[in-house]
């Protein structure tokens, strides 16, 4: 890789690899098996009705096994990425990370198969054998042109989807990219000079489908390590190849780049050069999309031709065109309607959708988690992002749609606001926005104080925080303890600013400060010199008031009870706020969030009012439409009991203030989450199941959060602190790396605000 785009090191990708399981992947039972009944069910004898009813009527295996949801992403290994032909063996990583991709994006569940021949009709054979076991074939790096054969073969021979990924994937996210490019720079296909690098799987691909498109076959050339295909060249030629050949004089890619609209690159690293790039037409279009290193680095492609739209394969530079745009949705549509095949309208359908995506208005909801980074249609953002949580709905949608058109759906779909509908709920909302607050924390990095950054766990969480790009962790501790716990750690403690709370100059400033605020509370002022030397919570609490840095994190050494009081003495609540807590469930499907968790024992019911906004704004601010329940033992006042009163006057409270949620109240926990139930209460504001819990107390709040993080599934984050004058985090005693970087990145990005 080059230096300059460095985001992770070798070691780092290693250790992602090797930590805890190997691999990325692990197989999980759908069904319980616990009892000897279930035994009995899932295998022997239970087994043997399902394979009955599958001899009867093949199709009933869509039914009674994973097949209809099971793709394979399989391999020889001949072209990993832009790295050649390095084996089936080690092709592994990028087909279990393609697995989990589909499972990630569009909840495909996929493996990785393996195969070890460079014989294409080996593979073809090996491939052929396991249509009972799929619901679609995704074939991956295959070099050209065995992969066309490949391809073609097992289209004619399986009666189930066979897409290679490299080709049509690519060619799908390439062509809706053009698209927009070319919308942008005001050119039509008919009229661009394009120069394609690369003859391979990928290349071909692509300039087929934007041939199909409409780019006339004389604006094409394409090169390959030999140079330039030109008509009547004879080395190295292949059909495939014959078929583009181009009648041109140039021999070569700096000689056919000169005044050219635009470059595809699918070949290697760094084989477009600065000065090829300067001899382009004007705002030229520049796709370098190999991978892991593009044709061309964007900052030197952008210092050659500040006009261009420049795209790569990667995430980490705007324009990523990647086939991970496509593929899991693509495969999720074809799925859905028990697809043939995939054909040529249904890539299109893909590529049109994509391209129309990205000129769509982002909505509210996913706006507010870029935290005012809003991506708008543009020349850095030509295509969406893959964590755009829209694609599912649109792309599968767009794309089931295309094989109804066509014919080829096997079970095509009556409703399709339902389908789409359907897809949306495949999805919670709180991953991607999950993912967007964090991209754009590295996007406006912050500072963000680690108090007790001599603990293990925090100061692993703070080397976390800077190399993940989130921000600049300003830690706090003694300075040889934490450097020699840095160096422990194998990261560089000169890259870190550490803060001594007895040597700190900013010491005299803090107990000026301190005194002047606690004066006439009691305290003298060498009580003051003390706290500030000695209690790292007031002496961060402090850096953080006097602007050294945007947030803060603390909470690992002490009970959340002692450390906020800790707090409290140099950091007011904010102006008409009430301090209080949030717990975010974060499930598959849903996301619930409970408050207040930690701080009020018996909020009043002004309180509550004030709870149930705040934290419907964090709900909309993590991508969810929020819907209040008021939590009670009593439902609508059945039983009667004396503490009603204060969740039926916020309740009131909230109708006089008409805020812009659904709220409803009182209710106990399963009439608020459970629909059938809710039912019974017709006269309900609620439009679906409740999605922020206000709970009546602090007791039943934090008994409750505290239950679910032991026992339940579902992914934890919090407390949130919400309410302080300054961005302060409380993390839990019990906090892992993971839950203090969540923490840290939430409020850097401004969502516990
Ligand atoms: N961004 C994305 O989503 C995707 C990117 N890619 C990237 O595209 C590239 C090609 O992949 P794929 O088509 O599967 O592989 P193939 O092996 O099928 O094709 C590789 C092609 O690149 C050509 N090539 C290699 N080096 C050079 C060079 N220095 N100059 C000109 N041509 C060169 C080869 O030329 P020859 O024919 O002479 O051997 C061959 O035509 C890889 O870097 C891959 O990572 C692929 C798929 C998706
Ligand atoms: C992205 C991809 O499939 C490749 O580079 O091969
Ligand atoms: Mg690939």
């Not at 028990?338 to 040529?344: D, F, K, L, S, V």
């Not at 991607?432 to 607050?437: D, H, I, K």
Request: charged share 20%; net charge negative.
């Amino acid at each position: 890789m080059n230096d300059s785009d460095v985001q992770i090191t070798a070691q780092e990708a290693l250790d992602f690899h090797s930590q805890g399981r190997p691999g990325k992947i692990e197989i999980v039972a759908t069904k319980p098996m616990a009892t000897q009944r279930d035994l009995s069910l899932a295998y022997s004898p239970g087994v043997a009705v399902p394979v009955q009813a599958i001899y009867d009527d093949p199709a009933t295996a869509y039914d009674y096994t994973a097949k209809g949801n099971l793709v394979a992403v399989i391999s020889n290994g001949t072209a990993i990425l832009g790295m050649g032909n390095l084996g089936a063996l080690a092709s592994k990583p990028v087909m279990e990370g393609k697995a989990v991709l589909f499972k990630r994006f569009a909840d495909v569940d996929s493996i990785d198969i393996e195969v070890k021949t460079e014989d294409a009709q080996r593979f073809i054979d090996a491939v052929e054998l396991l249509e009972p076991t799929f619901g679609g074939i995704n074939l991956e790096d295959i070099a050209a042109p065995d992969c066309f054969i490949i391809e073609q073969t097992l289209k004619e021979r399986m009666n189930i989807p066979v897409f290679h990924d490299d080709q049509h994937g690519t060619a799908i996210i390439a062509a809706a990219g053009l698209i927009n490019a070319c919308e942008l720079t005001g050119r039509s296909l008919k009229d661009i000079k394009i120069v394609c690098n690369g003859a391979g799987a990928a290349a071909i691909a692509c300039t087929e489908l934007i041939k199909a498109m409409g780019v006339p076959h004389d604006n094409v050339i394409m090169c390959d390590r030999s140079g330039v295909i030109y008509q009547g060249r004879t080395e190295g030629m292949d059909q495939w190849k014959s078929a583009h050949a181009a009648k041109t004089t140039a021999r070569n890619l700096a000689e056919a780049i000169v005044g050219a609209d635009v470059f595809l690159g699918l070949s290697a690293a760094n084989a477009l050069s600065a000065d090829m790039v300067k001899s382009m037409a004007p705002e030229p279009i520049i796709f370098a999309m190999a991978n892991p290193d593009p044709e061309i680095s964007p900052p030197v492609a952008r210092a050659a031709r500040p006009d261009a739209i420049i795209a790569t394969g990667r995430s980490d530079f705007p324009n990523q065109v990647n086939n991970v745009l496509c593929f899991p949705f693509l495969f999720r549509g074809a799925l859905d309607v028990r697809a043939t095949t995939i054909n040529e309208p249904m890539k299109i359908a893909a590529s049109h959708a994509l391209a129309q995506l990205a000129r769509e208005t982002v909505p509210e909801e996913v706006a507010a988690a870029y935290g005012g980074m809003m991506h708008k249609f543009g020349r850095d953002y030509i295509i969406p992002s893959p964590f755009d949580p829209r694609l599912m709905e649109i792309v599968a949608s767009a794309v089931a749609k295309a094989a109804m058109d066509s014919g080829v759906a096997q079970k095509p779909i009556a409703d399709m606001n339902a389908y789409r509908a359907s897809l949306r709920a495949r999805q919670n909302p709180t991953t991607s926005v999950l993912t967007q607050v964090y991209e754009a924390a590295r996007a406006k990095p912050k500072r963000v104080i680690f108090a007790e950054a001599e603990e293990d766990v925090v100061l692993r969480a703070a080397v976390q925080f800077k190399q993940d790009g989130y921000g600049v962790p300003v830690l706090i501790g003694r300075d040889a303890r934490v450097t020699e716990k840095l160096i422990g750690l194998g990261a560089n403690p000169d890259e870190y600013e550490i803060h001594n709370s007895v040597q700190s100059p900013l010491v005299e400033k803090m107990v000026d400060r301190l005194y002047n605020r606690l004066q006439r509370r009691g305290y003298l002022r060498r009580d003051i010199q003390r706290m500030v030397n000695r209690d790292r919570n007031i002496f961060g609490a402090l850096l953080l008031q006097m602007d050294q840095a945007d947030a803060m994190i603390t909470g690992v050494t002490r009970t959340f009870g002692q450390t906020l009081r800790e707090l409290r003495r140099v950091l007011d609540a904010k102006k008409d706020a009430t301090p209080f807590g949030i717990h975010v469930m974060v499930g598959k499907t849903h996301t619930v969030f409970i408050a207040d968790t930690t701080v009020n024992e018996r909020p009043s019911a002004e309180e509550l009012a004030h709870i149930a906004e705040k934290t419907a704004g964090v709900a909309r601010r993590m991508g969810h439409v929020p819907r209040v329940a008021f939590l009670s033992f009593s439902t609508f006042g059945n039983p009667a009991g004396n503490w009603l009163n204060n969740i039926r006057d916020a309740v009131a409270i909230l109708d006089a203030r008409r805020p812009d949620f659904e709220y409803e109240g009182d209710m106990p926990p399963d009439v608020a989450l459970n629909p059938a139930l809710m039912k019974n209460y017709p006269f309900c504001r609620l439009s679906g199941p409740a999605n922020v819990l206000v709970m009546p107390g602090l007791q039943s709040a934090n008994l409750s959060a505290k239950l679910l993080r032991e026992l339940g599934g579902d992914q934890v984050i919090g407390p949130m602190l919400l309410g302080i004058e300054r961005q302060v985090q409380v993390a839990t005693m019990a906090s892992s790396t993971s839950d203090l970087v969540t923490l840290a990145v939430l409020a850097a990005a401004g969502v516990t605000e």
